[in-house]
């Protein structure tokens, strides 16, 4: 299977390239070349399959060819090693993704790109070097997926005193092949020592550099997994599934379309914003109108500019009519989302996260969409992630989550670095 770029539908590359570069050089997205659906036979068997067993069946169908089958199982078991549970609240159900080490659905993502980079450099003598900038969460979710994969060292650059207490032990506590740098600015100089290095010409010639962003398609791909494994645990003879996603960067809904593309009976997708609603605008109006984006109480969904519309271009068409055919938008204001966590704690019991609400919220605006149809929220995180928002919620302290509280015992490692990309550039060569 070859992997094209969202810009250039000629420049194809293989798996290992798309995935080990991250970013073709025409700095569009890779999508896979064909998306075909698996067999229906496949699907009629596919119910009581162990999630392993049907991740791994649709990743070979994403990839094709691409990883000798022992090998892909094997990547594929150790990269699934969480489930995701599908829990009734009310008239809907509530799809978990966040009994991943972090306790966010992009565990699913870096897990599996880690455990694939892991085998893609299998036998080279260099050590593959994976940047990253990160602002707090998506680097906790790195550094977990990447912890102990032979062959690789992760180096997390954060801005120093900016992440929660809680985030930066998620980033300085695992030793081993993970190093912590805690950068004396704003994530933005983080960001920029990491786009410099990569430009270095000694840099680039003497060390095996790599990235882990969200855009790389290894993180997509298991994405698709769990829409499948929520369709598994609806009961016998339910009504099709319509999946409402809270969105940011697209990415996780994008994995649901690849899954409707694969075969998955999918009827529809709500995806739910906060007030950065680029798409959701885009699909009223048919105008796309990338802006700056502003902060919320869901943070993980403020963007402005959603990379991976470039990737439902390609999959849905240019235009808004095109988009509507499968999906709807629609977006949630601050107060509503604390509204919807203070509503849904009393009358069901459960404690929503401020993005599953901003879902939950979304779902209750447009019942006529999953009127008769199975409404799924996918709920993105668990809510002890963000005791604060849950705080000003419920008025009462949030719930907690036991590997966050086993964090606060463990001891920090990092090392201090002003934004000095000199500075920066010799800790990379004097540390292979
Ligand atoms: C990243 C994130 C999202 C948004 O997902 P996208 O793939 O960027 O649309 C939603 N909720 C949480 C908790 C996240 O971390």
């Not at 809907?92 to 893609?120: I, N, S």
């Not at 036998?123 to 990447?146: E, H, M, P, Y």
């Not at 599934?241 to 649901?256: D, E, K, Q």
């Not at 977006?331 to 401020?354: E, G, R």
Request: hydrophobic letters at 40%.
């Amino acid at each position: 299977m070859n992997f094209y770029s969202t810009n250039d539908a000629s420049h194809q590359v293989g798996l290992a390239e798309a995935v080990l570069r991250g970013l073709p050089a025409d700095n569009g997205l890779y999508m896979p070349e064909t998306l075909e659906a698996l067999p229906s036979s496949f699907w009629r068997g596919a119910k009581d399959m162990p999630f392993p067993e049907l991740a791994l069946a649709m990743t070979r169908q994403l990839i094709k060819g691409s990883v000798p089958d022992p090998e892909l199982r094997e990547i594929v078991e150790r990269a699934c090693v969480f489930d995701a549970p599908l829990v009734q609240v009310g008239d809907r159900y509530v799809l978990e993704l966040f009994h991943g080490p972090t306790l966010a659905f992009k565990d699913f993502g870096a897990c599996f790109m880690a455990q694939l980079m892991g085998w893609l450099i299998r036998g080279n003598d260099q050590k593959l070097r994976i940047l990253v900038a990160t602002s707090g969460d998506t680097g906790g979710a790195v550094a977990a997926g990447f912890f102990g994969v032979p062959g690789i060292e992760v180096t997390i650059l954060y801005p120093e005193g900016k992440v929660s207490p809680l985030q930066e032990r998620q980033l300085t506590t695992w030793g081993g092949n993970i190093r912590a740098i805690a950068i004396n600015g704003v994530f933005d100089d983080c960001q920029a020592l990491v786009k410099q290095a990569f430009l270095d010409e000694q840099l680039r010639t003497s060390l095996q550099l790599s990235s882990a962003n969200s855009i790389n398609i290894a993180r997509l791909i298991p994405q698709s997994w769990y829409y499948a494994r929520a369709w598994q645990q609806l009961p016998e003879h339910s009504a099709a599934p319509v999946f409402c996603v809270p969105s940011g960067n697209f990415g996780n809904i994008t994995g649901g379309v690849f899954a409707q593309r694969l075969g998955l009976p999918v009827h529809r997708f709500l995806a739910a914003t906060n007030t950065n609603d680029v798409v959701p605008e885009f699909l009223r109006t048919g105008s796309y109108r990338a802006r700056p984006s502003v902060a919320t109480l869901s943070n993980a969904m403020d963007v402005g500019n959603p990379s991976n519309v470039a990737r439902l271009h390609n999959l849905l068409g240019p235009s808004a009519d095109a988009w509507d055919r499968i999906l709807t938008g629609d977006s949630v204001s601050d107060d509503d989302t604390l509204a919807t966590m203070q509503l849904v704690w009393k009358q069901h019991d459960y404690c929503l996260d401020p993005h599953g609400a901003v879902g939950w919220h979304s779902m209750d605006q447009h019942r006529d969409l999953w009127d008769g149809y199975a409404g799924i929220l996918l709920e993105t995180a668990h809510p002890a992630k963000f005791a604060e928002v849950v705080e000003q919620a419920l008025k009462q302290p949030a719930p907690t989550a036991e590997s966050l509280e086993s964090l606060k015992g463990l001891e920090v490692h990092k090392i201090n670095m002003d934004p000095d990309f000199e500075t920066f550039k010799a800790f990379l060569l004097d540390n292979r």
